[in-house]
């Protein structure tokens, strides 16, 4: 077993990495750096670092849809939509930022029943979550969609390294004007119900 985790705070993954350490699962732990800045500059040394290696990325990220309960999602494909172009007031150029999705051959989280979302990334925290009628329609559904910073940014990184890669996001509150306050009450739990999902599923994520 050649076991990768992999988050943008050490605080997402330390739960997760305190549990396998008890059931003496051996696993290596990347720190990613929070927002797609942080993300990019890794991005070579993540490649490295996950080169045959099955990874596991933890996270936290908003709705789209109505927010009741904290709870998991998995992602297979992600999209570069900042707040200004979701909204209509910027323009991305046609093709410059097309949608990374995880190929099936390295993707094994659907057979756990975790729902599988599609996932907006944004250089910031939105505090809205209307869209563009226009750029509605290049999307999928609200209620299939989350948001986060980093993961579109070193996806491709993860795709041409790892063995295997798994994305595993605690969904922590709503997009829009409470987020923030929401994932403060969150973060912690959603970080904690991970290292549960992980720790219970463990063999299943090596590729063997």
Not at 5 to 12: G, K, L, N, T
């Amino acid at each position: 077993m050649s076991l990768l985790v992999v988050s943008a705070a050490h605080f997402e993954a330390q739960a997760t990495l305190e549990l396998l350490e008890k059931r003496n699962v051996p696993a290596s732990f990347f720190l990613l750096g929070v927002g797609p800045i942080h993300a990019a500059r890794a991005e070579q040394r993540l490649g490295e670092a996950s080169k045959g290696k099955d990874v596991i990325y933890v996270g936290s990220c908003g709705s789209f849809y109505p927010f009741e309960d904290l709870h998991l999602v998995s992602i297979d494909r992600a999209y570069w939509v900042p707040p200004c172009y979701r909204t209509g007031i910027s323009d991305n150029l046609d093709g410059l930022y097309p949608p990374i999705k995880f190929p099936p051959g390295i993707f094994s989280l659907p057979k756990f029943g975790l729902p599988v979302k599609k996932l907006l990334c944004s250089p910031t925290i939105s505090r809205v979550d209307h869209f563009d009628e226009r750029i509605a329609k290049t999307l999928p559904s609200p209620d299939e969609l989350v948001e986060n910073m980093e993961l579109y940014v070193c996806a491709r990184a993860l795709i041409d390294n790892a063995r295997s890669v798994n994305v595993i996001l605690a969904v922590t509150n709503r997009v829009g004007p409470e987020g923030r306050l929401q994932w403060k009450r969150n973060f912690a739990n959603g970080a904690a119900l991970t290292a549960q999902f992980v720790t219970s599923h463990i063999s299943s994520f090596t590729s063997g």
